[in-house]
């Protein structure tokens, strides 16, 4: 019989391949003579195609009398044919002229040769251990191969998993599972590639490389055909139940006796669902074979592995409970959300929460209220207090449901004797803590139910707790439940709220003292510089200042949004009072009406929304807005804005790169509007949800696609405009709801407007040229019907240049349809400024102009609303400097830190000076200026009108400006501070267009009369029109201030 040897020639091999033993040098020197020869003239090769090694997997043997190559082939399981390939010759044709210590090649044994081998009593098959060995020798020669050898290392890999691939098809299908298993527990150390070519080859073929996960999908299997037998077979579950049981003994008995148990245990954390007989046999298996299980979740062995360690770590990690509980809590937030699940399920961390339960409420376990009054409920909530702070909110309502029943218990019993429930102060201090973290979740919401029910109650409290920011969930559960008695409300709940809106003005009203001096800069000399030279400024303002400054208006800020979102927060739980018991909603929708019409709160709440992007994303705070916000006219127009923020955060950035003929740009667009179709979107702007779904579906046939032409476009921005005024609905004082005259119709116009602009603008860019704004938004904005906002967005877009403060600060990339979609963004707050001004409220109007303003100017970025200044400056800088009413000391910015902010504007350095100075009131004469300006004609959004003003102002002597500012200073005292109160003309114009009254000089004895001229020239005069400083300019030799010709 033929012998194997190495491919080298230096040893041979028995016939178990175990042991070696070396070939005598030179018989191993002929050996290899051979081989080379055989493996030169292998398929052909000869001396032209020569190949000096054998391939990956050949085998060596050497021939003995009386075989014969068929022979040698079958035993080794190789097809003859391929064998004689492999080794004929001219002189051996067939393969039958052999001789004893010739030398015969071999490749690996074939796999389904091997797989058609007689199986031994177990299975396997009696080729089997060849096949491996032979797949250990190739990985083996992968593993440690050099470079020079030439192998292909992944692609002999990829063969080896062929070849699995193979052996395991060509078995039958019932003997598979148990060939992957004695494949994959092969021994396929240094040879690591044939291990992972097996792993691959049994993962594709679908079947378990693990005993425990072989045995577990067989057992299933047989759990659920057990569950679901036709009632009709009159199978015996017991009987049967048992036999899986045995059968799981019997596999325990085939691993070593220390992995035993937690193979068993692997098996019972499966989710036997379907299987329950399965999960029956387990149990009675643990119990026959005395191993002890752990409770489960049945999660699957590798969830309730991490739950098992989370508990067992946060029960060792200290003796104390509460500290156990936290650290539990903390690795409850580390964890992944499918174990998060796990760990408040049913399991192992369920009985652990239920012991921090029984710790929490220990000192009610012998509560006698006699004895004990209210010391030992104070004692348990105080546990729980101490539990709950700082742990995730469905933690905590777990850790407090757990400890209800023990709650409800003593309760009853402190009520039966006393007649009222068991908390005193401290316990409902407590209590309102742990409802304030709890609530929100399906547990917490139904404790604080059950807490309400029972009735916890001690007074000033409720009051302290919603004063402090504490939620009104469990306060206006409980006053609910008291029907048409209003005493609840208005006692304890109102003024607490009220204490929480006293706290959000207080906060407006310290911001507003920290900024008052820039706000008067701003205000008084903003108008002389452009946006850039403003921007400055304050930039320069704020160094000069320093940065304790800066961080304390940061901080400042910071407390306005704050209190805003608690403010907001507890409106939404008041709106969201149930329209019965009628008198308490009547008392809160009043409540509600006098907190949105207070400036100071307002203002709070809207810093809150504006600051922090998350609030639009709660549904409470939507509907809210949508339902009873919607009641006054500043709800309606908060709503409006919370629509408009959406749009500006959600739609406007997916148009910043669009592009029509991409399928996934359109389908990104398409998806942001499809949540416009949500009821509470509609509720927002005031519209019914059919009309509001027939406006986006109007918006996603107005997008333009790949082929649609400028002109196209145009039609489609036409269609949209009348598309939206065909829409009836619901009327606004006889308007159309989407009638261009409304908010909802100019907001949804501008989402379609906006849409075509970008593709449009973002197309001229990729072709290389740049995009002609004008043609852009004749082409949508004013085909939409919008041409008013196209004329801001162009202004917008002219202020800024690639060397501006806001580009050079914020965006300097100007990403293609950034720039156009900051500026139209800017204009979504002018729709609600110009509303607001048409509606009589001129602190909404001068908020959102300013947001306009500053978003135009800034255009840094699409939806963003605030530009470098700063959303201080830009929100409650405006705000509060319209609502903070205080008599401010007479020249108290008069000062060198004015001068040099008026000195960024083109302004020389000794006319800001003189404009510095200010009036005995303390009053700036520069916004009558501006006033003037534009009473001729002026705008001083363009800077060609700018630069007149200032070259104006410039060419001035300095006596003829002081005389003018003095003059003027007189004017705005006279107007209070405002300069809006001049007019073209006024009532006693007569006293300087009539030459004798203007240059008289009346002696008489008692006083000399002069005319205004006189006052003119010495600074005395007011003059309170347009038409008098007219003359008033003349008479100090100063010439007319004219618009630029060019």
Same mark, same amino acid.
């Given at each position: 019989?033929?012998?194997?040897?190495?491919?080298?020639?230096?040893?041979?091999?028995?016939?178990?391949?175990?042991?070696?033993?070396?070939?005598?040098?030179?018989?191993?020197?002929?050996?290899?003579?051979?081989?080379? /020869?055989?493996?030169?003239?292998?398929?052909?090769?000869?001396?032209?195609?020569?190949?000096?090694?054998?391939?990956?997997?050949?085998?060596? =043997?050497?021939?003995?009398?009386?075989?014969?190559?068929?022979?040698?082939?079958?035993?080794?399981?190789?097809?003859?044919?391929?064998?004689?390939?492999?080794?004929?010759?001219?002189?051996?044709?067939?393969?039958?002229?052999?001789?004893?210590?010739?030398?015969?090649?071999?490749?690996?044994?074939?796999?389904?040769?091997?797989?058609?081998?007689?199986?031994?009593?177990?299975?396997?098959?009696? +080729?089997?251990?060849?096949?491996?060995?032979?797949?250990?020798?190739?990985?083996?020669?992968?593993?440690?191969?050099?470079?020079?050898?030439?192998?292909?290392?992944?692609?002999?890999?990829?063969?080896?998993?062929?070849?699995?691939?193979?052996?395991?098809?060509?078995?039958?299908?019932?003997?598979?599972?148990?060939?992957?298993?004695?494949?994959?527990?092969?021994?396929?150390?240094?040879?690591?590639?044939?291990?992972?070519?097996?792993?691959?080859?049994?993962?594709?073929?679908?079947?378990?490389?693990?005993?425990?996960?072989? =045995?577990?999908?067989?057992?299933?299997?047989?759990?659920?055909?057990?569950?679901?037998?036709?009632?009709?077979?009159?199978?015996?579950?017991?009987?049967?139940?048992?036999?899986?049981?045995?059968?799981?003994?019997?596999?325990?008995?085939?691993?070593?006796?220390?992995?035993?148990?937690?193979?068993?245990?692997?098996?019972?954390?499966?989710?036997?669902?379907?299987?329950?007989?399965?999960?029956?046999?387990?149990?009675?298996?643990?119990?026959?074979?005395?191993?002890?299980?752990?409770?489960? +979740?049945?999660?699957?062995?590798?969830?309730?592995?991490?739950?098992?360690?989370?508990?067992?770590?946060?029960?060792?990690?200290?003796?104390?409970?509460?500290?156990?509980?936290?650290?539990?809590?903390?690795?409850?937030?580390?964890?992944?959300?499918?174990?998060?699940?796990?760990?408040?399920?049913?399991?192992?961390?369920?009985?652990?929460?239920?012991?921090?339960?029984?710790?929490?409420?220990?000192?009610?376990?012998?509560?006698?209220?006699?004895?004990?009054?209210?010391?030992?409920?104070?004692?348990?909530?105080?546990? /729980?207090?101490?539990?709950?702070?700082?742990?995730?909110?469905?933690?905590?309502?777990?850790?407090?449901?757990?400890?209800?029943?023990?709650?409800?218990?003593?309760?009853?019993?402190?009520?039966?004797?006393?007649?009222?429930?068991?908390?005193?102060?401290?316990?409902?201090?407590?209590?309102?803590?742990?409802?304030?973290?709890?609530?929100g979740t399906p547990l917490g919401d139904s404790v604080i139910e059950r807490w309400a029910e029972i009735g916890f109650y001690a007074q000033n409290e409720l009051t302290r707790s919603i004063g402090a920011g504490g939620s009104l969930q469990y306060p206006l559960e409980l006053s609910e439940r008291n029907g048409s008695d209003t005493t609840l409300l208005?006692?304890?709940?109102?003024?607490?709220?009220?204490?929480?809106?006293?706290?959000?003005?207080?906060?407006?009203?310290?911001?507003?003292?920290?900024?008052?001096?820039?706000?008067?800069?701003?205000?008084?000399?903003?108008?002389?510089?452009?946006?850039?030279?403003?921007?400055?400024?304050?930039?320069?303002?704020?160094?000069?200042?320093?940065?304790?400054?800066?961080?304390?208006?940061?901080?400042?800020?910071?407390?306005?949004?704050?209190?805003?979102?608690?403010?907001?927060?507890?409106?939404?739980?008041? +709106?969201?009072?149930?329209?019965?018991?009628?008198?308490?909603?009547?008392?809160?929708?009043?409540?509600?009406?006098?907190?949105?019409?207070?400036?100071?709160?307002?203002?709070?709440?809207?810093?809150?929304?504006?600051?922090?992007?998350?609030?639009?994303?709660?549904?409470?705070?939507?509907?809210?807005?949508? #339902?009873?916000?919607?009641?006054?006219?500043?709800?309606?127009?908060?709503?409006?804005?919370?629509?408009?923020?959406?749009?500006?955060?959600?739609?406007?950035?997916? =148009?910043?790169?669009?592009?029509?003929?991409?399928?996934?740009?359109?389908?990104?667009?398409?998806?942001?509007?499809?949540?416009?179709?949500?009821?509470?979107?509609?509720?927002?702007?005031?519209?019914?949800?059919?009309?509001?779904?027939?406006?986006?579906?109007?918006?996603?046939?107005?997008?333009?696609?790949?082929?649609?032409?400028?002109?196209?476009?145009?039609?489609?921005?036409?269609?949209?405009?009348?598309?939206?005024?065909?829409?009836?609905?619901?009327?606004?004082?006889?308007?159309?709801?989407?009638?261009?005259?409304?908010?909802?119709?100019?907001?949804?116009?501008?989402?379609?407007?906006?849409?075509?602009?970008?593709?449009?603008?973002?197309?001229?860019?990729?072709?290389?040229?740049?995009?002609?704004?004008?043609?852009?938004?004749?082409?949508?904005?004013?085909?939409?019907?919008?041409?008013?906002?196209?004329?801001?967005?162009?202004?917008?877009?002219?202020?800024?240049?690639?060397?501006?403060?806001?580009?050079?600060?914020?965006?300097?990339?100007l990403r293609g349809g950034t720039k156009l979609l900051g500026a139209i963004g800017a204009v979504f707050d002018g729709v609600n400024s110009v509303q607001a001004f048409a509606q009589g409220d001129p602190l909404m109007g001068g908020i959102h102009a300013a947001t306009a303003a500053g978003g135009v100017t800034a255009a840094f970025g699409a939806g963003?609303?605030?530009?470098?200044?700063?959303?201080?400056?830009?929100?409650?800088?405006?705000?509060?400097?319209?609502?903070?009413?205080?008599?401010?000391?007479?020249?108290?910015?008069?000062?060198?830190?004015?001068?040099?902010?008026?000195?960024?504007?083109?302004?020389?350095?000794?006319?800001?000076?003189?404009?510095?100075?200010?009036?005995?009131?303390?009053?700036?004469?520069?916004?009558?200026?501006?006033?003037?300006?534009?009473?001729?004609?002026?705008?001083?959004?363009?800077?060609?009108?700018?630069?007149?003003?200032?070259?104006?102002?410039?060419?001035? #002597?300095?006596?003829?400006?002081?005389?003018?500012?003095?003059?003027?200073?007189?004017?705005?005292?006279? =107007?209070? +501070?405002?300069?809006?109160?001049?007019?073209?003309?006024?009532?006693?114009?007569?006293?300087?267009?009539?030459?004798?009254?203007?240059?008289?000089?009346?002696?008489?004895?008692?006083?000399?009369?002069?005319?205004?001229?006189?006052?003119?020239?010495?600074?005395?005069?007011?003059?309170?029109?347009?038409?008098?400083?007219?003359?008033?300019?003349?008479?100090?030799?100063?010439?007319?201030?004219?618009?630029?010709?060019?």
């Amino acid at each position: 019989m033929a012998y194997r040897i190495d491919v080298n020639a230096r040893y041979r091999f028995d016939e178990s391949n175990d042991t070696a033993t070396p070939i005598p040098p030179a018989q191993g020197e002929a050996f290899r003579r051979d081989i080379d /020869l055989i493996t030169r003239e292998r398929e052909g090769g000869g001396q032209n195609g020569r190949n000096d090694q054998p391939e990956l997997g050949d085998r060596v =043997f050497v021939v003995e009398a009386g075989d014969t190559l068929e022979n040698i082939a079958r035993e080794n399981f190789v097809d003859p044919a391929e064998a004689l390939a492999i080794n004929a010759d001219e002189a051996n044709h067939n393969g039958d002229l052999l001789h004893p210590g010739d030398i015969i090649i071999l490749p690996a044994p074939e796999p389904e040769i091997v797989a058609d081998t007689p199986s031994d009593p177990t299975g396997e098959p009696a +080729g089997e251990d060849d096949f491996i060995d032979s797949l250990f020798d190739r990985g083996n020669q992968i593993e440690y191969s050099e470079p020079a050898d030439g192998i292909d290392a992944a692609a002999e890999t990829e063969a080896m998993k062929q070849d699995v691939a193979e052996y395991l098809a060509a078995l039958p299908s019932e003997a598979r599972q148990a060939a992957a298993l004695r494949l994959s527990q092969a021994d396929w150390v240094d040879a690591g590639p044939a291990g992972m070519a097996v792993s691959q080859a049994v993962e594709d073929a679908g079947l378990e490389s693990d005993p425990v996960e072989a =045995f577990a999908s067989e057992l299933y299997d047989r759990g659920n055909a057990l569950e679901y037998a036709d009632p009709s077979a009159a199978v015996d579950h017991s009987r049967e139940t048992t036999a899986l049981a045995s059968d799981i003994e019997t596999f325990l008995q085939t691993l070593p006796e220390n992995e035993r148990a937690e193979a068993l245990q692997n098996l019972y954390d499966r989710d036997w669902r379907d299987a329950g007989p399965a999960e029956l046999a387990i149990e009675q298996a643990a119990t026959a074979s005395g191993i002890e299980l752990k409770k489960t +979740g049945h999660n699957g062995p590798a969830v309730e592995a991490q739950i098992r360690s989370i508990v067992d770590n946060a029960k060792a990690s200290s003796s104390d409970e509460q500290a156990q509980f936290h650290a539990f809590a903390e690795s409850y937030g580390n964890a992944s959300p499918e174990v998060q699940q796990a760990l408040l399920a049913t399991g192992y961390a369920s009985d652990f929460i239920g012991s921090m339960a029984d710790y929490a409420t220990e000192p009610l376990g012998d509560f006698d209220p006699a004895q004990d009054l209210q010391a030992k409920p104070y004692e348990s909530f105080l546990r /729980l207090d101490g539990m709950t702070e700082g742990v995730a909110p469905e933690l905590a309502a777990e850790l407090v449901s757990a400890a209800m029943p023990e709650i409800e218990r003593a309760n009853t019993l402190y009520q039966e004797q006393t007649g009222y429930p068991m908390l005193g102060v401290g316990g409902v201090e407590a209590m309102l803590k742990i409802a304030d973290r709890i609530e929100g979740t399906p547990l917490g919401d139904s404790v604080i139910e059950r807490w309400a029910e029972i009735g916890f109650y001690a007074q000033n409290e409720l009051t302290r707790s919603i004063g402090a920011g504490g939620s009104l969930q469990y306060p206006l559960e409980l006053s609910e439940r008291n029907g048409s008695d209003t005493t609840l409300l208005t006692q304890d709940i109102l003024p607490g709220v009220q204490q929480t809106q006293y706290g959000a003005n207080s906060a407006v009203d310290e911001y507003s003292a920290h900024m008052e001096e820039l706000r008067w800069l701003i205000d008084n000399h903003g108008d002389t510089m452009t946006p850039e030279q403003l921007n400055q400024a304050i930039e320069d303002y704020k160094a000069e200042k320093g940065d304790a400054w800066v961080e304390t208006e940061e901080r400042l800020e910071a407390e306005v949004a704050k209190h805003g979102e608690t403010l907001l927060d507890q409106l939404t739980q008041l +709106g969201n009072f149930p329209d019965q018991p009628a008198e308490q909603k009547a008392l809160i929708n009043e409540q509600i009406e006098n907190i949105l019409n207070d400036d100071r709160s307002y203002l709070a709440i809207q810093t809150a929304l504006r600051t922090n992007p998350e609030l639009l994303d709660s549904p409470q705070m939507l509907n809210f807005l949508g #339902s009873q916000g919607r009641l006054t006219d500043r709800g309606r127009k908060l709503a409006e804005e919370v629509f408009t923020q959406y749009v500006q955060r959600d739609i406007l950035p997916k =148009f910043t790169d669009f592009k029509p003929g991409d399928a996934a740009s359109m389908q990104e667009v398409r998806d942001s509007l499809a949540q416009f179709r949500d009821s509470k979107f509609a509720k927002l702007l005031g519209v019914t949800e059919g009309d509001m779904n027939k406006a986006i579906t109007a918006i996603e046939a107005s997008l333009p696609t790949a082929t649609d032409t400028p002109e196209m476009i145009q039609r489609k921005m036409e269609t949209l405009n009348s598309d939206l005024n065909a829409l009836d609905g619901n009327r606004q004082s006889g308007i159309r709801t989407f009638s261009t005259s409304t908010v909802p119709g100019q907001l949804l116009r501008m989402i379609g407007a906006a849409g075509s602009a970008a593709s449009l603008y973002n197309s001229a860019r990729m072709a290389g040229t740049e995009p002609n704004v004008e043609n852009i938004l004749k082409a949508t904005f004013d085909a939409a019907g919008l041409w008013q906002r196209s004329v801001e967005i162009r202004s917008g877009l002219n202020m800024i240049n690639p060397d501006s403060f806001a580009v050079r600060h914020f965006d300097g990339s100007l990403r293609g349809g950034t720039k156009l979609l900051g500026a139209i963004g800017a204009v979504f707050d002018g729709v609600n400024s110009v509303q607001a001004f048409a509606q009589g409220d001129p602190l909404m109007g001068g908020i959102h102009a300013a947001t306009a303003a500053g978003g135009v100017t800034a255009a840094f970025g699409a939806g963003t609303i605030a530009g470098p200044i700063g959303l201080g400056v830009v929100i409650l800088g405006v705000g509060a400097s319209m609502i903070v009413s205080e008599v401010r000391e007479s020249n108290k910015y008069d000062n060198e830190t004015s001068a040099r902010f008026l000195d960024h504007s083109d302004l020389d350095t000794d006319v800001a000076k003189a404009l510095v100075d200010q009036s005995g009131d303390g009053h700036s004469p520069v916004p009558l200026l501006v006033e003037y300006a534009k009473d001729k004609g002026f705008d001083l959004d363009n800077p060609a009108h700018q630069s007149a003003f200032a070259d104006w102002l410039n060419n001035m #002597s300095p006596e003829q400006l002081a005389t003018l500012r003095d003059n003027l200073h007189h004017t705005i005292d006279e =107007f209070g +501070g405002d300069a809006t109160k001049l007019e073209a003309t006024a009532e006693d114009d007569y006293e300087y267009t009539s030459d004798m009254l203007y240059n008289q000089e009346v002696v008489t004895p008692y006083k000399t009369i002069f005319g205004e001229r006189f006052y003119v020239e010495d600074g005395d005069a007011s003059p309170s029109s347009v038409t008098q400083i007219d003359i008033a300019l003349t008479t100090l030799g100063i010439p007319e201030l004219a618009l630029p010709t060019a």
